[in-house]
């Protein structure tokens, strides 16, 4: 049984930078395929960026691309997001997710069997 905690929100302006951690347990994360998720007021929880278990590939939703990376450290069990040149829009509850395999359909959420409790990541101007 994989279990997911997150850490690192917090508040941030325009233009900073964050680094969420995801720390596992029960399973080593290069075993598993994980994920960020986010979600703000009144929208649906919306894709951020995937780490595939066999070689680690990565992919991202558009709207981050080029501003945030997901890696992993296996020694420590760790997913990590880092996120840079954050926006007002960025701000949002982001949660880790995981599932035993990769699957092409990534990108939704309810492919995902294990989520975190959550990270508040708010970001002001």
């Known amino acids: 049984q994989v279990q997911l905690v997150e850490s690192g929100g917090g508040l941030v302006q325009a233009g900073g930078s964050l680094r969420l951690s995801c720390a596992a347990s029960?399973?080593?994360?290069?075993?598993?395929?994980m994920a960020w998720f986010r979600q703000a007021p009144g929208k649906e929880r919306e894709f951020v960026a995937a780490?595939?278990?066999?070689?680690?590939?990565?992919r991202y939703a558009d709207s981050v691309r080029g501003r945030f990376t997901i890696s992993r450290d296996n020694t420590k069990n760790t997913v990590y997001l880092q996120m840079s040149s954050l926006k007002l829009e960025d701000t949002a509850t982001y949660y880790c997710?995981?599932?035993?395999?990769?699957?092409?359909?990534?990108?939704?959420?309810?492919?995902?069997?294990?989520w975190g409790q959550g990270t508040q990541v708010t970001v002001s101007s």
């Open positions: 997710a995981a599932r035993s395999y990769w699957t092409v359909a990534y990108t939704m959420a309810q492919n995902y069997a294990t």
């Open positions: 029960g399973r080593p994360v290069s075993t598993i395929a």
């Open positions: 780490i595939r278990e066999s070689n680690g590939a990565t």
